[in-house]
């Protein structure tokens, strides 16, 4: 078993992946909105505190952030925000993920029809950890916002953008072809991107 053959059975379990890492997404997007909803109670009730675990402080601009990331995780979980968010930051619409059917071919492959399935292969990884990290990003804003995380904006802003280059990476793959004449699928032997 070569290299190739062992992507391309990795990468035929990143669609059913981004399936689960969908559902994930629109409980986590369930868990926030009941979160911020408590908080608004929360910050409106001082006879409050005694009913809610933990001693932390509620307060309204703080929940509504998070009514407002619970909202972005449930646009993330039919990736309609992972689509708009990368038009925004490279004008192309990426809201499709790379499926199964990209990766079947008959057995054995060889020459360029392997190099293509291992292409495709590390697109469809790199999809899911873009996706995970779109996610942490959205956790580290949140968390910034409610005092309970060290990391700041930018690490957040980081993991969006670092997210959205990997769910799109041919597109940052033709970035450095175009500014900087390095062809990133030219180190697989393939002449043009798949």
């Given at each position: 078993?070569?290299?190739?053959?062992t992507?391309?059975?990795?990468?035929?379990?990143?669609?059913?992946?981004?399936?689960?890492?969908?559902?994930?997404?629109?409980?986590?997007?369930?868990?926030?909105?009941?979160?911020?909803?408590?908080?608004?109670?929360?910050?409106?009730?001082?006879?409050?505190?005694k009913?809610?675990?933990?001693g932390?402080?509620?307060?309204?601009?703080?929940?509504?952030?998070?009514?407002?990331?619970?909202?972005?995780?449930?646009?993330v979980?039919?990736?309609?925000?992972?689509?708009?968010?990368?038009r925004?930051?490279?004008?192309?619409?990426?809201?499709?993920?790379?499926?199964?059917?990209?990766?079947?071919?008959?057995?054995?492959?060889?020459?360029?029809?392997?190099?293509?399935?291992?292409?495709?292969?590390?697109?469809?990884?790199?999809?899911?950890?873009?996706?995970?990290?779109?996610?942490?990003?959205?956790?580290?804003?949140?968390?910034?916002?409610?005092?309970?995380?060290?990391?700041?904006?930018?690490?957040?802003?980081?993991f969006?953008?670092?997210?959205?280059?990997?769910?799109?990476?041919?597109?940052?793959?033709?970035?450095?072809?175009?500014?900087?004449?390095?062809?990133?699928?030219?180190?697989?032997?393939?002449?043009?991107?798949?």
């Open positions: 078993m070569n290299l190739s053959s992507l391309v059975n990795l990468a035929s379990q990143a669609e059913p992946a981004i399936i689960m890492i969908q559902g994930i997404a629109g409980l986590i997007a369930l868990f926030l909105f009941a979160g911020g909803l408590t908080d608004i109670w929360s910050a409106g009730n001082a006879n409050s505190q009913f809610l675990a933990g932390q402080r509620s307060s309204i601009s703080a929940a509504v952030v998070q009514l407002f990331i619970a909202i972005l995780f449930l646009a979980a039919d990736l309609q925000l992972i689509g708009m968010a990368s925004s930051l490279t004008g192309t619409y990426a809201a499709s993920r790379m499926t199964s059917s990209s990766f079947s071919y008959a057995r054995g492959p060889t020459g360029s029809n392997s190099t293509e399935l291992a292409v495709f292969a590390i697109i469809a990884l790199l999809q899911v950890i873009g996706i995970i990290a779109f996610m942490k990003g959205l956790f580290v804003i949140n968390g910034k916002v409610k005092g309970t995380s060290q990391s700041g904006y930018g690490t957040g802003l980081c969006l953008i670092g997210g959205l280059g990997c769910w799109n990476s041919i597109y940052v793959a033709h970035i450095f072809n175009n500014t900087l004449g390095f062809n990133i699928f030219g180190l697989f032997g393939l002449s043009s991107s798949p």
